[in-house]
């Protein structure tokens, strides 16, 4: 993966998260995620957005279903 590819992805997932619009932080940490070799690990940053997007996605569908 070009390293531009994994900045642009990284920065959606910036701008996904100021926006609270964790689905798409989620889709722009899985793209990354999965295009990247297997002998590749992700920095601090991009663990914590990681993190964060999962987190947060499975909070919103939580308090959804305590809604419902």
């Known amino acids: 993966m070009a390293a531009s590819a994994r900045e642009e992805l ?18 722009a940490m899985s793209e ?8 590749t690990k992700l920095d601090a940053e991009e663990r914590k957005l990681l993190a964060t997007a999962y987190k947060n996605e499975i909070l919103f569908r939580r308090k959804s279903l305590k809604v419902g």
């Open 32 to 39: 990354l995620v999965s295009t990247l070799p297997v002998t």
């Open 10 to 27: 990284v920065h959606t997932a910036r701008i996904s998260e100021a926006a609270a619009r964790y689905d798409d932080m989620v889709d």
